[in-house]
């Protein structure tokens, strides 16, 4: 594994970006190319790119995975405490201030619920290849990075 | 009102599970209340006449007639009486049995009470969907209440047994009842009209299968002496007073609609006399044999099920009356015997005849019951049991030729055997013998065996009033019962002369029987049962680790040989005259670009480079999808490559870097697979091109997307809405998956851990 310093930096300056780039696709969905899935992908990149360089490592997949389907569950089963059908859509649209008129719907927190899963998914899959790497005590051939 | 007990039921079951923790006997008390409640609103209704209108009816799935229908008819309060009458009782009784600290005392109550809702359902049910679910509630709960002493081997060997037979029954009924419903046009039982024809025949015999495997007619009664090895206050309950009879009670309920009409061919009548014919006679033989005063009644009951199944399988109004007045009286003789069975254990510590002697002086209370009860079982008068015999032989007496003959010699022949090991029974438990030890009286033990001994009696003196449940619940199970009733004295008639004669026959017999000294025989059946369960377990073992060998590389040349013969039906379909080079030369550069990388993917040697080229193509489709126009295609596409070479990337390093040396003959075969693969799929999309089926909903979707789904990108609307309940598939799948990884993964590392 590449632990090195500079490309480290690199990753810890760029993840907020590719997290603004993730937002701006699970907003722009509805309307544009992205989208929930699109949304977690990034997300799950960028969570890969700083365990691969050593920056970090989440142990909060399962809770993601199982809060994200929660979401998503409940996005579901909500339309039919009032009389509709399972995953009727609800559109909401309001005007604020500097976004101006916004307009969105309960596909938005279901899409939210996606991503989440998404994300969990990839950190459970880097977790299981990279085992050693999440045991709790860290592996002789990078005592040095962890910090 | 059906609802409400069944949710007094399910409270109960919570507050036993949590009162189990505490206290035995207050998780008992707490369970207690809810059959008790059953039983008097059964009472009151019997008292205050039926109201058939009383049906509790949950529509579940309209379309497919999936309802829940529970009935208030005769049939179900008689047996309402009998399952939760008797419920409360065994839970008086088994805060008796156990000691107060018993442990595991957290699931008995709230199990047993579990039971007894699940049986109370079966006993409502007026559905074929409702019945069979608590049918199987019924074994289910029965397993674990078999089971509860989960220590040991044989005891859970028992209740495998038991789950295994009763479960593959109730499989065998569902195919039955689903037949039926399909050939009668309703699922709701009551309002069904005689079917017949060769479905129907085959419903027929299945229904008859399921039940018989319920109630443990030959030769699948093999589970029902291993599940003595439940505690007592379970054999009292589920094995002779409530769950055996469900088979019973479905063969009583759907009999008039195999026998309605005499010339229908139907093999329903002759199947059920030589299940029960056959149980008649080797339960009672088996109950001569045995020695285990427990296992003598579970023979017993076998006997006496396999009775009831004949009355009911010949099917005329009197025959039926006698099969609906012995299970009454069955329940409740055979209840009490269990419990006195059970006390007798407790106080002496063992259950076998041949140690167990003079207890009449030393137990008189208990010796009182189990006389009453056994003379009830044998047929005796003054009590019960006795009127209901006589119902049976006066049936008999109606019957003509080959049909006469055989049930005769089946009521004639069993009473006769039953009365026979009725008297080995008592004589030697109670008669004379060494003088058993025994210790102190249990007061909540007796109260039960004492009450149901009385039952026995009181029924039979105050029989006008039990014939006004017996004959309206027969009148159900066929009309023509409804001008019979339970007689007290019948006069010197025929079917007086034939009890009488049953009585000092059997009396002798048993008397001659019980001075033979004979060791228990060998479970040959059990064992014959457990075998083939095994073998079934064997072979399925075999079989997996053929199939599932767990070479990878395998397991991927089956996928896509499969995939390629699912690809052979279009290879002949083709044509070329529909295709097109390219829509762009940019497209061609592109698909240049992916043969390039695939080849080198193919060749190249580093698994890195393997990895990386593999990559490479993927990001060569999502260039193809952006130039056909699908932006969120190409987005996806190029984040998935993106993830999985970094997925490669981690997982190579528990790899070598280089692939490992393949034999030549393997490799060929994959060669020859790959371009197999690669050459079906490529003719089958040129085929699939060639004749699209209809026209694709394009325009209406993509209004659909903006009026109702508020959006403008199509794709992700089609994702989140219209076809949203894909979408929440798909994700409930990657969060299994998920989950499925971070299992696997903790188990290979806590076994690196272990190494």
């Not at chain 1, 992908?41 to 389907?69: K, M």
């Not at chain 2, 049939?75 to 009458?85: I, N, R, Y």
């Amino acid at each position: 594994m590449t632990q090195s310093p500079i490309v480290q930096q690199g990753v810890r300056l760029a993840s907020p970006l590719a997290i603004a780039v993730a937002i701006y696709l699970l907003f722009a969905g509805h309307n544009n190319p992205g989208g929930g899935f699109a949304a977690g992908l990034v997300l799950g990149s960028v969570v890969a790119l700083r365990v691969i360089t050593g920056v970090d490592r989440p142990a909060w997949g399962s809770e993601l995975v199982a809060g994200g389907l929660l979401i998503v569950l409940a996005v579901a089963v909500a339309p039919v405490l009032w009389g509709d059908t399972v995953l009727d859509q609800k559109i909401v649209s309001s005007t604020l201030p500097i976004l101006g008129k916004v307009k969105t719907g309960s596909a938005l927190p279901f899409d939210i619920g996606v991503t989440a899963i998404v994300v969990g998914l990839v950190i459970l899959v880097l977790q299981g290849l990279h085992a050693e790497h999440y045991a709790g005590e860290p592996s002789s051939d990078h005592k040095g990075v962890d910090r | 009102m059906h609802l409400f007990l069944l949710a007094l039921h399910v409270g109960g079951i919570i507050a036993a599970a949590w009162a189990g923790r505490r206290s035995m006997r207050l998780a008992l008390a707490a369970a207690g209340i809810a059959p008790a409640a059953a039983a008097a609103w059964a009472a009151t209704l019997m008292v205050r006449g039926t109201d058939s209108s009383d049906s509790t009816v949950v529509t579940w799935v309209d379309r497919f007639d999936i309802t829940f229908r529970f009935t208030s008819g005769p049939v179900a309060l008689m047996m309402t009486l009998l399952v939760s009458g008797i419920g409360a009782l065994v839970f008086v009784y088994a805060a008796g049995y156990f000691a107060p600290t018993a442990k595991g005392a957290t699931n008995f109550p709230a199990t047993l009470l579990a039971f007894s809702a699940s049986m109370l359902g079966l006993v409502w049910a007026d559905s074929v969907w409702t019945l069979f679910i608590f049918w199987e509630f019924t074994s289910v709960t029965s397993f674990l209440l078999v089971g509860y002493k989960n220590t040991d081997a044989a005891v859970l060997a028992s209740a495998r047994r038991a789950l295994m037979i009763t479960g593959a029954g109730g499989l065998v009924l569902l195919a039955g009842l689903l037949l039926l419903a399909s050939e009668a046009g309703t699922t709701t039982i009551s309002q069904m009209e005689p079917v017949a024809g060769s479905t129907a025949a085959l419903a027929a015999i299945l229904v008859m299968v399921g039940a018989a495997t319920k109630s443990a007619q030959v030769p699948f009664h093999v589970w029902l002496p291993g599940a003595m090895a439940a505690p007592t206050p379970v054999s009292a309950y589920l094995h002779s007073a409530t769950m055996v009879k469900a088979g019973v009670l479905l063969i009583a309920l759907v009999g008039r609609l195999f026998t309605g009409s005499e010339s229908n061919g139907l093999p329903w009548g002759w199947l059920g006399i030589a299940f029960g014919t056959a149980s008649v006679f080797w339960g009672a033989i088996g109950a001569l044999r045995h020695t285990d005063a427990k296992l003598i009644l579970a023979w017993g009951t076998v006997s006496q099920l396999g009775l009831m199944i004949t009355l009911l399988s010949v099917g005329s109004g009197k025959a039926v009356f006698a099969a609906t007045s012995i299970v009454f009286a069955h329940a409740i003789f055979k209840a009490a015997l269990f419990m006195i069975v059970g006390e007798i254990d407790i106080r002496t510590g063992t259950r076998q005849i041949a140690e167990l002697g003079g207890l009449a002086r030393s137990m008189p209370v208990a010796f009182g019951v189990a006389v009453v009860s056994g003379l009830s079982m044998a047929g005796v008068p003054p009590l019960l049991g006795f009127a209901a015999k006589e119902a049976a032989i006066e049936a008999v007496l109606k019957l003509s030729g080959a049909e006469q003959i055989v049930v005769g010699a089946t009521v004639i022949g069993g009473s006769v055997l039953t009365v026979a090991y009725t008297t080995r029974f008592l004589v030697a438990v109670f008669g004379a013998g060494p003088a058993t030890k025994v210790a102190p009286r249990r007061l909540l033990m007796t109260v039960p065996a004492v009450t149901l001994a009385a039952l026995s009696l009181v029924g039979f003196v105050l029989a006008p009033s039990i014939n006004k449940i017996l004959t309206p619940a027969a009148s159900v199970f066929n009309p023509d019962s409804s001008v019979y009733e339970l007689i007290r004295w019948p006069g010197l008639k025929t079917a007086f002369v034939i009890s009488i004669a049953i009585m000092v026959v059997g009396g002798v017999l048993g008397w001659i029987l019980t001075g033979r000294k004979a060791s228990a025989p060998a479970p040959i059946g059990a064992n014959l049962a457990d075998r083939t369960l095994d073998g079934i377990l064997i072979g399925s073992r075999e079989v997996t680790a053929v199939v599932q060998h767990g070479s990878l590389p395998v397991y991927l040349a089956t996928m896509i040989s499969v995939a390629v013969g699912a690809t052979v039906p279009f290879v002949f379909d083709g044509g070329t005259s529909h295709l097109v080079l390219w829509n762009s030369p940019l497209q061609g550069l592109v698909v240049a670009g992916i043969l390039g990388s695939a080849l080198a993917g193919a060749f190249v040697n580093s698994r890195l480079g393997a990895a990386l080229a593999l990559g490479a193509v993927g990001t060569g489709m999502s260039a193809l999808f952006f130039i056909q126009g699908a932006p969120d295609l190409a987005l996806t596409q190029l984040l998935v490559e993106t993830i999985i070479v970094v997925g490669f990337v981690i997982g190579l390093g528990h790899l070598g870097r280089e692939f490992p040396p393949v034999q030549t003959a393997w490799k060929t075969v994959r060669i020859v697979i790959s371009l197999l693969a690669g050459t079906g799929v490529a003719l089958a999309l040129a085929a699939a091109g060639r004749q699209p089926v209809g026209s694709p909903p394009l325009q209406t979707i993509a209004e659909q997307s903006v009026e109702t789904g508020g959006g403008n990108n199509i794709v992700n609307v089609i994702l989140t809405d219209l076809r949203a309940l894909d979408t929440l598939g798909e994700v409930v799948v990657l969060a299994t998956v998920a989950f499925g990884v971070a299992a696997l993964a903790r188990a290979r590392h806590s076994e690196e851990v272990a190494s």
